[in-house]
């Protein structure tokens, strides 16, 4: 039965997000970037999120990109990457 599920859109995805592990968090111009675990079949998919507070409010932008990946540094590495790219070519209207 649970072949006509994944095969019909009854299943949940593998793409979706478990649980938003943290993988590796680092501090850029007064935001923070976390690289969470994707899981996509066997390999992980490059996402994260961007977070800062503002008026006492904590804001949190999430990301998430084509790149896969089989190695956990490797996309911490580009997830940490990706993220200080976003912060400098937008900044706070991420949150907007």
Sequence with gaps: MS????LFG?????AEPAGDKVLGEEGH???LIKAIEMKA?????LAGTIEKEID????TYR???A???TSRDDLVALALS?????IDEQGEQIFN
């Design 63 to 65: 990301f998430v990109r």
């Design 41 to 45: 079949g066997s390999e992980l998919q």
């Design 82 to 86: 990706k993220g200080k790219q976003i």
């Design 3 to 6: 072949f006509w599920k994944n």
């Design 10 to 14: 009854g299943g949940a995805s593998s």
């Design 67 to 69: 790149d896969r990946m």
């Design 29 to 31: 111009k007064g935001f």
């Design 56 to 59: 006492g409010e904590l804001k």
